[in-house]
């Protein structure tokens, strides 16, 4: 089971942190993705983590202004929002995929097993 915390509602260029908290599973074995998708608009891979935490990647939306990190001693992903914008709003998912290849990350749907319940993060002044 994987939840997320840490949504909320935030004016234009302020910050949020995200987390995903894994339970039942080690996160040792995992590669981590984070989504969101806003209303009308399709689910959208925007981050994902390899199980060491060796190897992140982010779509070019967030390029810059979020950071992907990982604790699997405490079982837990994060994801830093830093410059929020409007088009920032959505509600957030993480999803743990088991690592199949060496430093395994992919910010696609497949081949993501557990997904968490989401969190939303609405950016509005």
């Known amino acids: 089971q994987l939840v997320e915390s840490g949504g909320g509602l935030v004016q234009p260029g302020g910050s949020l942190r995200l987390s995903c908290v894994a339970s039942?599973?080690?996160?040792?074995?995992?590669?981590i993705g984070w989504f969101r998708q806003a209303p009308g608009k399709e689910r959208e891979g925007i981050s994902c983590i390899s199980n060491t935490g060796g190897r992140t990647k982010y779509a070019d939306s967030v390029k810059g202004r979020f950071t992907i990190s990982r604790d699997n001693a405490k079982n837990t992903v994060y994801l830093q929002l830093n410059s929020l914008t409007p088009d920032d709003t959505a509600t957030y998912y993480c999803?743990?995929?088991?690592?199949?290849?060496?430093?395994?990350?992919?910010?696609?749907?497949?081949?993501?097993?557990?997904w968490g319940q989401g969190t939303q993060v609405t950016v509005s002044s």
């Open positions: 999803a743990a995929t088991i690592t199949t290849v060496e430093e395994m990350c992919i910010m696609s749907r497949p081949p993501y097993d557990y």
């Open positions: 039942g599973l080690s996160l040792d074995y995992y590669a």
